[in-house]
């Protein structure tokens, strides 16, 4: 498992550095003599919703987000998608109460805005100057952001938050898989195809970790 993680996340990272140079090339294996970190805080062209800031339950679509090509609505819908994990990840520090869930917290964040950043980079070069096609109609989309409930979260703390907080999350990656699983059958972009499959493998991990601890912590 770590083998594959590292394989993955060395792939992402090169495809990241990919965007700077490439333009539109699908040829993600003419990028590996790139420096990555030039790439890790390009932002999404035309991309200027703060999704950070936003009632994630209450999220609705980009006009006209259905007819933008495939990987231009994955991008920056799954882009929306984690951020919203990585918002929640970040109440962990000041209110749980579990070690487990604490190193959980901060893998998602880490993992997660390293994808996101991949995900602005490539936007940036494949489609610049395009409105944002964030689509809640995608497969996976609406109902994982619809159990999100970050009030609810800040006002609990220790096992109660612990509890709610996994509660939450597991539905919201069981969005991102299925998202996923979908861009692997649709995406025309190489690199999303990678970043889709180190996205399943990963979430579905910690969603099987979650539910034990669920079990554990009733």
Same mark, same amino acid.
């Given at each position: ?19 700077? +140079?490439?333009?539109? +090339?699908?040829?993600? +294996? ?52 984690? $951020? ?17 869930l604490?190193k959980?917290?901060? $893998? ?33 989309m ?7 409930d ?32 979908e861009?692997q ?6 690199e999303?195809?990678?970043l ?6 990963? $979430?579905?991990?910690?969603? +099987? ?10």
């Open positions: 498992m770590k083998i594959f993680k590292f394989v993955v996340v060395a792939a992402l990272a090169t495809a990241i550095s990919a965007c700077g +140079s490439q333009g539109n +090339s699908n040829n993600a +294996s003419s990028h590996a003599n790139m420096d990555h970190n030039t790439m890790k805080s390009a932002p999404a062209a035309n991309n200027t919703m703060d999704h950070s800031q936003m009632d994630n339950s209450a999220m609705k679509s980009s006009p006209d987000a259905a007819k933008a090509e495939y990987d231009l609505q994955f991008l920056d819908t799954m882009i929306a998608h984690h $951020q919203g994990a990585v918002d929640m990840a970040k109440l962990i520090p000041g209110k749980a109460l579990n070690g487990e604490k959980l917290g901060l $893998q998602i964040i880490s993992s997660q805005e390293k994808e996101i950043a991949a995900m602005r980079a490539w936007r940036a070069n494949w489609f610049g100057g395009k409105p944002e096609a964030l689509n809640m109609e995608m497969t996976g609406a109902g994982s952001m619809a159990g999100m970050m009030k609810k979260l800040d006002g609990l703390s220790g096992k109660a938050f612990d509890i709610e907080f996994v509660k939450q999350m597991i539905p919201h990656h069981e969005g991102a898989v299925v998202m996923a699983k861009a059958k649709k995406a025309k972009k190489d999303i195809k990678t889709a499959a180190s996205i399943i493998r990963d $979430q579905e991990a910690e969603i +099987s970790q979650m539910k034990g601890w669920l079990e554990e912590w009733k």
